[in-house]
């Protein structure tokens, strides 16, 4: 981020009184959220040119990832001015695998715009946004972009894959008026006007063509009759055969879009600008105002700072991106206090955000989107309330599993010590982002939503803070473990002048039942070996359990020390310990040793009629399938749960959403260690000892 002055329609230019509203623009990769960011600057005057995606031009995307990709990766802060009121854009990515990035901002939106493209066939890719939506109650409306293209029918055909999908009732506003093949323009069916696009101009009022006439009054009507479910009045005039009135149609539009009773559905296309002016109208009538999302996230009594990001990496150093809110009007200053996990912290400089570009601010405004300085301790999803303030709930964000994972190394290894400081911003930044040092592999992990994810965070790695890594998938932790018993004696003896080396021990294995662990016990009598070396030697077991005949730590054994001897002047620990050591190798290498892999039970979410196929993908894994049914929560939705080796995860996701639309996604968590047998123990094996080579 760059500071380049006091940006286009900053906070001094808003209307007396009047508070800047949040709008989220979500929606599948590809619907072209940013083009419809870039369309709403422009048609508002923020930005004297729109800019192309393709091109590299707009103001959101304009990380380098993002450029390349032609696609967001992280979400876009905006603002604009309409007509006295500001609003600030918070564009949020729609691949899968950055899509977490907005989350949090979600909570504290007023408004949500869900982007979709009108090709009924990919309405479904819709379904987990308006499912979320639902769940949070934030009030939502359906822009359908890229009109202009839509075949004949479309736009009925989208929108009854789409209302099963929404717990309220979409509400259509607009019919396209068509041309040959090609959408012109649109009918209204609150205000029963028609208009004609007119690319980056205002749409141009027409009459409504006469062969459109019976389908405007049809749409029309069940317009009014969704409305009138939430108002009386209207379906007493309704009931009457009297034409309502006007202002009380719009009226009732905007009380129940803002109270989110109804999901208004509008068309344009970001590209022309066709529709974009209708859209900002609507949002300025009908979005309601800052207040009703201090109540939804439980701020009273004064002003709070709800943080949807971290930004690292910039000129400005670490930032806290949030929303000011409040149930009256106030805000915050430089300087002012907020309460971070119950301590005091005091707030750096305040800055507007355009993109990339940045404007220092002296105050924030309720309902502002702020970055602001020097909260070191605030995190993602945090509420920090200010003077007087308090905040009765805790936000939580549910992230999507991360299926995705990496073992990374340094080029360099005088490069470990920024790896990790590195890392860490990046998952402070980044939640649905993790890094951790596996214990049992002794590997660097890195775990993202997908591989697309884990390739971009690469890139900012080297990009931001110069660290080259080389990158392999991560080890499996396999075990192994004995089908029976042995005895074995171990006597380690060194003589080479002085003092010599001398250790006897005998031991006995067997093997315990599965994920008993391991048992030490002795029955040494007599004093064949003193007490003071027993510890010795089960370290020395211990040691040799490090690495089994296999070349992977033992698990399941039981080890009892029956028997041995000592010198009274060459014994020691060390000699004990070496003793026990190599009586344990031997004795595991007699003992019919087997490997172990890990099994994961694995929970897959799959749209209806996908079921059966992801059952067979699982079962092409070497998975046990454990049942298949109704999603327990979500409507339409199949669960499939299985057992399947941790080794089988492996490209799992991307195999799940190619069947899908994209759609599926599973969760997997460790459930027991197995036998491995036949080709595949011996792959293991084999990988395991040149890998040792």
Same mark, same amino acid.
């Given at each position: 981020m760059t500071s380049k002055g006091t940006l286009h329609g900053n906070s001094s230019a808003r209307a007396p009184g009047s508070q800047a509203r949040a709008i989220a623009l979500v929606g599948p990769a590809g619907t072209g959220k940013t083009s419809l960011a870039e369309a709403l600057l422009f048609a508002s005057g923020a930005i004297n040119r729109q800019g192309s995606v393709e091109a590299g031009t707009t103001v959101g995307d304009a990380s380098p990832e993002a450029r390349a990709r032609r696609g967001s990766t992280e979400i876009n802060l905006m603002h604009l001015d309409y007509l006295g009121d500001r609003f600030a854009l918070i564009d949020m990515p729609g691949g899968a695998g950055f899509a977490a990035d907005g989350l949090a901002a979600l909570q504290s939106a007023d408004m949500v715009l869900v982007v979709i493209d009108p090709a009924p066939e990919r309405a479904a890719l819709a379904e987990p946004i308006l499912?979320?939506?639902?769940?949070?109650?934030?009030?939502?409306?359906?822009?359908?972009?890229?009109?202009?293209?839509?075949?004949?029918?479309?736009?009925?055909?989208?929108?009854?894959?789409?209302?099963?999908?929404?717990?309220?009732?979409?509400?259509?506003?607009?019919?396209?008026? /068509?041309?040959?093949?090609?959408?012109?323009?649109?009918?209204?069916?609150?205000?029963?006007?028609?208009? /004609?696009?007119?690319?980056?101009?205002?749409?141009? /009022?027409?009459?409504?063509?006469?062969?459109?006439?019976?389908?405007?009054?049809?749409?029309? #009507?069940?317009?009014?009759? #969704?409305?009138?479910?939430?108002?009386?009045?209207?379906?007493?005039?309704?009931?009457?055969?009297? #034409?309502?009135? #006007?202002?009380?149609?719009?009226?009732d539009l905007a009380a129940d879009t803002a109270g989110n009773q109804v999901v208004p559905v509008v068309l344009g296309s970001a590209l022309t600008g066709g529709g974009v002016h209708r859209l900002l109208k609507l949002l300025r009538h009908e979005t309601p105002g800052p207040e009703a999302v201090a109540a939804r996230l439980g701020i009273e009594g004064g002003t709070a700072l709800h943080v949807f990001k971290i930004a690292n990496g910039g000129a400005m150093g670490r930032l806290a991106l949030g929303r000011v809110i409040g149930p009256q009007a106030g805000g915050i200053n430089e300087g002012d206090e907020l309460a971070v996990g119950g301590e005091a912290a005091r707030t750096g400089s305040l800055f507007f955000l355009q993109g990339d570009k940045t404007a220092k601010q002296s105050a924030a405004a309720a309902g502002d989107v702020v970055a602001v300085a020097k909260v070191d301790s605030a995190r993602c999803g945090m509420l920090l309330p200010g003077k007087g303030a308090s905040c009765t709930s805790a936000l939580l964000v549910e992230y999507p599993a991360r299926n995705a994972a990496i073992a990374i190394t340094t080029r360099d290894r005088k490069d470990d010590v920024k790896l990790s400081t590195a890392l860490h911003r990046l998952c402070e930044e980044d939640p649905a982002l993790q890094w951790s040092q596996d214990d049992a592999t002794h590997e660097t992990l890195l775990r993202g939503v997908n591989d697309d994810h884990l390739q971009v965070v690469l890139g900012r790695l080297q990009r931001r803070y110069g660290v080259a890594v080389d990158t392999r998938a991560p080890r499996i932790a396999y075990r192994e473990s004995i089908r029976k018993p042995a005895s074995q004696r171990g006597r380690h003896k060194k003589q080479s002048g002085g003092h010599g080396q001398y250790g006897d021990c005998v031991i006995e294995i067997r093997p315990l039942a599965a994920g008993e662990g391991f048992r030490f016990d002795d029955r040494i009598t007599g004093g064949a070996i003193p007490k003071q070396y027993i510890p010795a030697v089960e370290m020395g077991v211990r040691d040799a359990m490090m690495k089994g005949p296999l070349g992977f730590p033992v698990v399941d054994v039981a080890v009892t020390l029956v028997d041995g001897s000592f010198h009274s002047v060459d014994s020691s620990e060390l000699a004990f310990r070496v003793a026990g050591r190599m009586a344990m190798t031997e004795a595991l290498a007699a003992a019919a040793p087997y490997l172990l892999e890990p099994i994961c039970k694995v929970a897959v979410d799959a749209p209806a009629g996908t079921g059966s196929k992801v059952g067979s993908v699982l079962s092409s894994r070497r998975g046990q399938i454990l049942g298949l049914a109704p999603h327990p929560d979500w409507a339409r939705w199949d669960r499939v749960e299985a057992l399947l080796p941790e080794a089988a995860l492996h490209g799992l996701d991307a195999e799940l959403r190619s069947l899908s639309q994209g759609l599926a996604s599973f969760n997997a968590d460790f459930d027991h260690l197995q036998e491995l047998t036949g080709k595949h123990a011996d792959d293991v094996v084999k990988a395991r000892v040149t890998e040792v080579a």
């Open positions: 499912r979320r939506l639902d769940e949070l109650g934030v009030p939502h409306a359906v822009f359908v972009n890229k009109i202009e293209n839509a075949r004949a029918g479309a736009v009925r055909e989208l929108i009854g894959e789409l209302q099963p999908m929404s717990r309220e009732p979409l509400a259509l506003r607009q019919i396209p008026i /068509r041309e040959g093949d090609h959408v012109t323009g649109y009918v209204d069916l609150a205000l029963e006007r028609a208009y /004609r696009y007119r690319p980056g101009k205002e749409s141009e /009022r027409v009459d409504i063509p006469g062969d459109m006439i019976a389908r405007e009054q049809e749409e029309r #009507t069940h317009l009014l009759e #969704t409305l009138a479910d939430f108002d009386d009045t209207l379906l007493e005039a309704l009931l009457m055969d009297e #034409t309502p009135d #006007t202002a009380q149609v719009m009226a």
